[in-house]
């Protein structure tokens, strides 16, 4: 690609990688490695020292990892990336890296069942705090940013309430404190939000969603300041070890070709389902980004491209009923995690916020009888009849 830079539908497909650096390969190569030789005593200790570029040992870095890291570099526009073995591995560098004793962090109210556990462990075994915050208005945050507060972690749409949080607002009150802000960017991807460019400092995605697009990975990333990914690398990274297997990151790099396209299709089929849902009368309520009526729909206009692949809704009646709604389904998945091709429903309050005490839960939004669908890519009106037939149903 040389240094030209490309629109985003041409740098998933090109960016970060050379051929004629890899034996004019067209596909990246997979190099299936854990260590790299050195040809002398001397090259070895060099490298070790960091004073001649090169591979050492896969966890330090890999040549098929990296083209992935500095594909969703260019994507996210950020100066450098790094990837994981899963989104929590992640998620728990960025925060260790990020913190320490008697530091607090200031988190979006709601957030992943397991990011809450992490949360909970830190403060629990390392004294590191952490409030909830709607982060409505600069005069609350101003409010809500402690001495001690470290960072601000922020989920946007928040999983699975669907709620959202204006990324320019927090970033402007927290830049001029000097405190990063870190997005978990999974719900959307880059190719419709893009928190680097609102003024955020750090994006983190569950790769394993749509970034994959397959559901055959679990993996993580992170993207941000060279000096800071840097210093990620060579700590929590390097020395807790949470590294991708150099396979899972070809996977990533041969899902990523097709994320425009494929995101393209998932907003088109959730914009029709949710015509249908949101007149359905066996629904109560239903939470998508591009409602006219969402809470933060103008929060959405500002800050994401599409109101992305995912929809949160309310049965009429109880936890039964949505259990018993999604047995009826015949098409549709039960399963957690997203982003694939199938389309997936799970009931958060039982599974991917199981963990989280009810108290809690409730603050956040999750009712008993919420569910979260998952649109897929097959055509909408099979999914919307699957949906109807178990509707009916119950
Ligand atoms: N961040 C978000 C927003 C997530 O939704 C998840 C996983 C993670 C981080 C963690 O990523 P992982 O380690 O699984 O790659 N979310 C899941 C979900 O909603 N259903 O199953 C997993």
């Known amino acids: 690609m040389g240094k030209k830079k490309s629109r985003f539908e041409t740098e998933v497909i090109h960016s970060g990688y050379w051929p004629n650096e890899h034996q004019d390969s067209l596909v990246p190569p997979l190099y299936q490695t854990s260590t790299f030789t050195?040809?002398?005593?001397?090259?070895?200790?060099?490298?070790?020292?960091?004073?001649?570029?090169?591979?050492?040992?896969?966890?330090?870095?890999?040549?098929?990892?990296?083209?992935?890291?500095?594909?969703?570099?260019?994507?996210?526009?950020?100066?450098?990336?790094?990837?994981?073995?899963?989104?929590?591995?992640?998620?728990?560098?960025?925060?260790?890296?990020?913190?320490?004793?008697?530091?607090?962090?200031?988190?979006?109210?709601?957030?992943?069942?397991?990011?809450?556990?992490?949360?909970?462990?830190?403060?629990?075994?390392?004294?590191?705090?952490?409030?909830?915050?709607?982060m409505e208005s600069a005069e609350a945050l101003d409010q809500e940013i402690l001495p001690n507060t470290a960072c601000i972690y922020i989920e946007t749409p928040i999983n699975p309430t669907m709620k959202l949080v204006d990324l320019e607002l927090v970033a402007m009150v927290a830049n001029k404190k000097g405190i990063p802000v870190v997005v978990d960017n999974t719900f959307c991807s880059p190719y419709i939000q893009t928190p680097l460019t609102l003024g955020c400092n750090v994006v983190i995605h569950s790769a394993t969603k749509y970034i994959c697009g397959h559901g055959d990975v679990i993996a993580g990333l992170v993207i941000g300041e060279k000096e800071f990914i840097r210093q990620v690398s060579r700590t929590t990274q390097k020395d807790i070890g949470g590294i991708i297997s150099p396979f899972d990151a070809w996977l990533l790099l041969r899902g990523i070709k097709t994320l425009p396209v494929r995101m393209d299709r998932h907003c088109e089929n959730a914009l029709r389902l949710f015509e249908f849902m949101k007149s359905h009368p066996k629904i109560e309520s239903v939470y998508f980004p591009g409602d006219?009526?969402?809470?933060?729909?103008?929060?959405?206009?500002?800050?994401?491209?599409?109101?992305?692949?995912?929809?949160?809704?309310?049965?009429?009646?109880?936890?039964?009923?949505?259990?018993?709604?999604?047995?009826?389904?015949?098409?549709?998945?039960?399963?957690?995690?997203?982003?694939?091709?199938?389309?997936?429903?799970?009931?958060?309050?039982?599974?991917?916020?199981?963990?989280?005490?009810?108290?809690?839960?409730?603050?956040?939004?999750?009712?008993?009888?919420?569910?979260?669908?998952?649109?897929?890519?097959?055509?909408?009106?099979?999914?919307?009849?699957?949906?109807?037939?178990?509707?009916?149903?119950?």
């Open 38 to 134: 050195f040809t002398s005593a001397e090259q070895g200790e060099r490298r070790f020292a960091g004073q001649e570029e090169g591979f050492i040992y896969s966890r330090l870095g890999n040549p098929t990892v990296k083209i992935l890291e500095e594909r969703m570099a260019v994507l996210e526009q950020g100066e450098a990336g790094l990837a994981f073995s899963s989104g929590m591995a992640a998620v728990s560098a960025v925060l260790v890296a990020l913190t320490k004793t008697g530091d607090h962090i200031l988190c979006s109210q709601g957030v992943y069942g397991c990011t809450f556990g992490l949360l909970e462990l830190l403060k629990g075994k390392y004294g590191i705090e952490h409030d909830f915050s709607l």
């Open 292 to 394: 006219p009526e969402h809470q933060d729909y103008s929060i959405a206009k500002k800050q994401m491209k599409q109101s992305g692949g995912l929809i949160s809704f309310t049965i009429k009646g109880s936890k039964v009923s949505a259990q018993q709604f999604m047995n009826q389904l015949q098409l549709i998945k039960i399963a957690v995690s997203l982003g694939d091709a199938e389309t997936l429903i799970q009931h958060p309050a039982t599974m991917t916020h199981a963990v989280v005490p009810e108290e809690e839960r409730k603050k956040m939004g999750i009712e008993d009888n919420l569910l979260r669908l998952s649109v897929g890519l097959e055509a909408w009106e099979d999914i919307q009849e699957d949906l109807d037939q178990a509707l009916e149903r119950i």
